[in-house]
């Protein structure tokens, strides 16, 4: 109190504790939204920690007073409505597919042509030449030499090259 | 609602079981068994001197000259 005291001296407005709001009656600070419990649409979540919807309409006030008696005397249409306020969406709503995979796809799909053009523009435009080595004349002098050398001849090059005929394999 | 996790549980593992299973067979049969057969059919009648006569006349040996 002492402290307040001396507070309403410099200007009650400019310092205030929560001590000093508690001291004019103000009392706890309001809770913010998120750290409520909030509802959650999940499926591994069955029940959430609140209903859907949090303030009643007069109509659904009186609904949830016609719940306290028997349920039998519900009708379907009222069932359904009790559900909603409980709940925001079915199983069946939550675990509807979207066609976002359409978009994904397409998007994916544009970005790889794009490459290729991007790519090609750059053999075009930029590359130089390449070695001399990818030549015809080199590339079989330096496959004949391979074959020479019986490289790989259990399963690869010199055992699709029939010896004999001096041919490729069929 | 019941058994959620057990059902997803029974499908996974009998799923984790066969994609396993066979894609092990699989390989055995499409690769390991193919190529142990072309390394048999290989060295079933195999000379390899005659390999070393060819690739010496072909040039391809430093230390052992065609002529």
């Known amino acids: ?8 001296l410099v200007g009650r407005r ?19 939204d998120y750290t409520l419990p909030s509802y959650v649409d999940r499926r591994d979540v069955p029940l959430p920690e609140v209903a859907f919807v949090r303030d009643l309409s007069a109509q659904q006030r009186a609904l949830k007073e016609k719940e306290k008696a028997s349920w039998s005397a519900l009708s379907v249409d009222e069932k359904v409505e009790l559900y909603r306020i ?3 969406e079915t199983y069946a709503e939550m675990k509807k597919g979207t066609n976002e995979w359409k978009t994904i796809l397409g998007g994916v799909l544009f970005f790889l042509g794009l490459t290729g053009f991007i790519l090609i523009w750059q053999k075009n435009f930029m590359y130089g030449p390449i070695p001399h080595t990818f030549s015809e004349e080199w590339l079989s002098a330096q496959t004949k030499r391979m074959l020479d050398m019986r490289v790989n001849p259990v399963e690869g090059i010199s055992a699709q090259w029939d010896f004999e005929k001096n041919e490729w394999k069929k | 609602m019941r058994g959620l996790l057990a059902r997803r549980m029974k499908f996974h593992l009998l799923g984790a079981f066969l994609v396993s ?8 049969i499409g690769v390991a068994e193919p190529r142990k057969r072309a ?24 230390s052992a000259p065609p002529k």
């Open chain 1, 1 to 8: 109190m002492l402290a307040s005291r001396a507070f309403s």
């Open chain 1, 14 to 32: 400019s310092i205030c504790t929560s001590l000093c709001l508690r001291a004019h009656g103000h009392g706890v600070v309001k809770a913010e």
């Open chain 1, 86 to 88: 409980k709940f925001n």
């Open chain 2, 21 to 28: 299973m066979g894609s092990a067979a699989l390989y055995k």
């Open chain 2, 39 to 62: 390394y048999e059919d290989f060295y079933r009648n195999y000379d390899p001197m005659k390999d070393f006569e060819a690739m010496k006349a072909a040039g391809v040996l430093e």
